[in-house]
């Protein structure tokens, strides 16, 4: 009788193997797995990438996945923002005596960076100099108006012939509006 239980045993191991193998083949079509024994959850999420453990996280309903899940989360958390980050907010959650999810951390310190990221890329796009195209020919009264304007006109206080700046001149062209 004890041969046969272990057979039984061995029967059901060899049958989660290959459902864990296939299941980590298509992780990427895994939604809820809340009816999935913990154990089968914990061999398959580690094999997920982070898009894929987000959609998995918010398919399951019914089942809190965060004892699992959080030690994948702080291993992303990690590679991405360093150790000292990782140790200094472990440090902050002992003192302070709080819990929070790690899946949470990570991407509230994610939408952080990609926020400074866009300010300091913003800042340096704003002093670039920027190509603008040419602005098809005047019509006729336009180009009336341009030559009495700017390169005949006589202005009392030059008293010379007024030069177009480049300021003007990229309005004009239809740099600036």
């Known amino acids: 009788m004890d041969i046969q239980a272990n057979t039984d045993y061995q029967i059901v191991k060899a049958l989660s193997l290959a459902d864990i193998s296939t299941a980590i083949e298509n992780r990427r079509f895994l939604g809820d797995v809340s009816d999935m024994d913990l154990e089968l959850v914990e061999q398959i999420l580690p094999h997920c990438s982070k898009t894929q453990l987000i959609h998995i996280e918010k398919s399951t309903k019914n089942r809190d996945l965060s004892p699992v899940t959080d030690k994948l989360w702080k291993s992303f958390y990690e590679r991405e923002f360093g150790t000292e980050s990782t140790e200094s907010v472990s440090q902050i959650m002992k003192e302070w005596n709080l819990k929070f999810k790690w899946s949470e951390l990570y991407q509230e310190k994610s939408k952080r960076v990609k926020g400074a990221k866009k300010k300091e890329d913003d800042g340096k796009l704003s002093g670039q100099v920027r190509v603008c195209k040419k602005v098809s020919p005047f019509s006729g009264k336009k180009e009336k108006w ?23 001149f990229a309005r004009f062209e239809g740099c600036i509006s």
């Open 146 to 168: 341009l030559k009495k304007k700017f390169v005949g006109a006589k202005h009392s206080s030059y008293g010379k012939r007024r030069k177009l700046t480049s300021f003007e």
